[in-house]
């Protein structure tokens, strides 16, 4: 029978970074078929992989799909504790590249950034403006989804930090959160609304199109309890979109009303292009904050952009005022 040290010694001899990127990318696609496309392999060569790993480490570590076999489910324990050292390895390994790459000498930074749909054009556009002035050679990359998708990609390390929520315990596993403030939801129109020229009511607005979150998503969760509350129920034909382009797009040209968080409509609301509906969404409020991976190592450029994001988040100020009454003539 082996012992501890003769483990070691063997999966330091057998294991290559094939395995590792194997390992991660199955990881973060759930799905051998993409995984495979993702590191251009047929399947069976992904399965493959993923059977010697598992023989090197003698232990599973994925979690295959009811559904079928292309389907993962997850990684077993001993898979997660795997894939977190992977992914160390590899960023070690791309920072090694990134040190002796370039001709200059210079050390090209990166930085990856998730945010909310909801919440990137109230919080980023400043931040990322400063931030270019401070490192005006660093690669920057946004990405915009989900909330359960940029958690997920931050905790596989595809991403350096997200702007988002608060998410079930299952999935804030190994992340930190870090509260930058707290927005309600807001009933949006266009200037000159019909219900902007009065104090409307909720039932006066479900006789207009919505505009709305996708299914899963929190503020989608938080306009059905709202509604609910009040005996109320979200019409089945309102628009559903994670575009806010869209929703701001569709609600200008038309007598849609967008139910929101603040901070995708703030600068609309701000300069008048859209008119906040008197509705009273107290109770609405989902913080909003920084995460991280609890075990990253210290980045002087996401350190740099975790400052300004804070800076930003104060700097928001009072919220935009609601539709008043139109004067009596």
């Known amino acids: 029978m082996k012992t501890p040290t003769d483990l070691r010694q063997d999966f330091v001899r057998n294991v290559q970074l094939r395995h590792l990127r194997c390992l991660v990318a199955v990881a973060q696609e759930r799905h051998l078929a993409r995984a495979a496309g993702r590191l251009a392999l047929s399947q069976p060569a992904v399965s493959k992989t993923l059977s010697e790993l598992e023989a090197i480490v003698g232990a599973r570590l994925v979690e295959r799909s ?10 077993t324990p001993a898979g997660e504790q795997l894939l977190t050292h992977a992914l160390r390895v590899l960023e070690a390994l791309d920072a090694s590249a990134q040190a002796v790459a370039p001709a200059s000498g210079e050390r090209i930074e990166r930085l990856r950034i998730g945010a909310l749909p909801s ?16 490192w005006p050679a660093a690669q920057i990359m946004v990405k915009s989804a989900a909330n359960a998708a940029l958690l997920d990609e931050l905790r596989a390390g595809e991403l350096d930090i997200v702007v988002g929520r608060m998410s079930d ?147 928001q100020g009072a919220l935009p005022p609601r539709s008043r009454r139109k004067p009596r003539s």
């Open 119 to 134: 919440v990137a054009p109230a919080l980023l556009p400043a931040a990322l403006a400063r931030l270019r002035d401070g």
């Open 169 to 315: 315990p299952r999935l804030m596993g190994g992340l930190s959160f870090e509260l930058l403030h707290t927005e309600p939801l807001v009933f949006a129109v266009r200037a000159g609304h019909p219900l902007a020229l009065k104090a409307a009511s909720v039932q006066a607005v479900l006789a207009y199109p919505l505009v709305v979150y996708g299914e899963g998503t929190i503020p989608r969760h938080n306009t059905e309890s709202f509604l609910s509350a009040r005996g109320l129920v979200l019409p089945t034909n309102a628009l559903q979109t994670l575009d806010v382009a869209v929703a701001r797009a569709l609600v200008a040209v038309s007598d849609a009303v967008w139910i929101t968080p603040l901070g995708a409509a703030r600068g609309e609301l701000a300069d008048g292009r859209l008119v906040r509906l008197r509705i009273d969404t107290a109770g609405t409020e989902e913080p909003v904050g920084l995460l991280q991976r609890s075990d990253a190592e210290p980045s002087a450029l996401r350190g740099a952009m975790a400052a300004l994001l804070r800076e930003a988040a104060k700097q």
């Open 66 to 75: 009811k559904a079928g076999r292309r389907g993962v489910q997850g990684l």
